[in-house]
């Protein structure tokens, strides 16, 4: 994500809920930026925007992008326990309704 990204910051929110809602069952949600302007342009707008839950996780190179394959803002990925990609979406999305919390924990659960 980034603060730049419109379709971002209408998502953010409904992460930070997500994080609230689930975090107490493992759950992280990682909301890592590709902002230039390093941390201070993300906390910033965590602070002005009443982000509580999302720690702050900014990546000044942008290499994850490309390392991860991400074509297009936002993009979320699901990554188990293991570090295995379980799910991906590109665009955005209301993670704070109950068949998104529904689907990061079924990403969670073990694969059989």
Known sequence: WAT???PCLEE????????QQLGHLGVVVI????DRGGP???????KEN???NLDVYVDPTMRAQ?????????????????GRER???VGPAAWD?????????SASAPLE
Not at 31 to 34: E, G, N, P, R
Not at 40 to 46: K, L, M
Not at 66 to 82: A, F, Y
Not at 97 to 105: N, P, R
């Open 4 to 6: 730049w990204c419109a």
């Open 12 to 19: 953010m929110p409904t992460l930070d809920h997500l994080q």
């Open 31 to 34: 909301a890592l930026s590709l």
């Open 40 to 46: 201070e342009v993300v906390s910033a707008y965590y």
């Open 50 to 52: 009443g982000i509580a």
């Open 66 to 82: 490309s390392e991860l394959n991400v074509i297009g803002l936002p993009t979320t990925i699901l990554i188990d326990r293991e």
């Open 87 to 89: 799910g991906r979406l």
């Open 97 to 105: 309704d109950a068949k998104a919390a529904d689907l990061v924990l």
